[in-house]
């Protein structure tokens, strides 16, 4: 091993992490501090926040629990992390993205770049249009039932 960490840290990538995370607004985490308020040190606190994520010794806090009401009722927690560690988070992500891209299967569309739930839609819709026959199936049922494959049984689904 010829690196003490994964990949170098640098004090271009924490700006402009800065500038991204700042673009997509959000509120303040468990420390309290908004985005004006991180703002008004922006050069200490990039730099201490750089300093640590270079050294290695970052540790993120832990993040405010926030309940977001649902339409049919009752409540969604929602994690909201301080503004420091959004940036950290912003570093890593466009460090890794663009190296693990290439290793998505190209019908993933689950939090890609450039992909949508409504690009997934249509390409189910197209496959859909090809072929004149559907295939429904409970998976859930398959696993559970025990006339497919027993756990002890080591030779696969009887029968075969």
Same mark, same amino acid.
């Given at each position: 091993?010829?690196?003490?960490?994964?990949? +170098?840290?640098? =004090? /271009?990538?924490?700006?402009?992490?800065?500038?991204?995370?700042?673009?997509?607004? $959000?509120?303040?985490? @468990?420390?309290?501090?908004?985005?004006?308020?991180?703002?008004?040190?922006?050069?200490?606190?990039?730099?201490?926040?750089?300093?640590?994520?270079?050294?290695?010794?970052?540790?993120? +806090?832990?993040? =405010? /629990?926030?309940?977001?009401?649902?339409?049919?009722?009752?409540?969604?927690?929602? $994690?909201?992390?301080? @503004?420091?560690?959004?940036?950290?988070?912003?570093?890593?992500?466009?460090?890794?993205?663009?190296?693990?891209?290439?290793?998505?299967?190209?019908?993933?569309?689950?939090?890609?770049?450039?992909?949508?739930?409504?690009?997934?839609?249509?390409?189910?819709?197209?496959?859909?249009?090809?072929?004149?026959?559907?295939?429904?199936?409970?998976?859930?049922?398959?696993?559970?039932?025990?006339?497919?494959?027993?756990?002890?049984?080591?030779?696969?689904?009887?029968?075969?």
């Amino acid at each position: 091993m010829t690196q003490a960490k994964p990949f +170098p840290v640098t =004090k /271009r990538q924490v700006w402009e992490a800065y500038k991204r995370v700042k673009a997509n607004k $959000g509120g303040a985490g @468990v420390d309290g501090q908004t985005l004006e308020d991180f703002e008004r040190d922006v050069g200490d606190n990039l730099y201490k926040l750089w300093n640590r994520m270079a050294s290695g010794s970052y540790m993120p +806090p832990a993040v =405010k /629990r926030v309940e977001i009401p649902k339409e049919g009722g009752g409540v969604r927690p929602l $994690g909201v992390p301080t @503004v420091a560690d959004r940036v950290a988070q912003m570093v890593v992500k466009q460090a890794l993205e663009p190296e693990l891209e290439g290793h998505f299967h190209p019908d993933s569309y689950g939090y890609r770049p450039g992909k949508s739930a409504h690009q997934a839609i249509g390409q189910a819709r197209k496959r859909c249009w090809r072929n004149d026959w559907v295939l429904d199936l409970d998976i859930k049922g398959f696993l559970e039932s025990s006339s497919y494959c027993s756990p002890t049984d080591a030779n696969g689904p009887k029968g075969l």
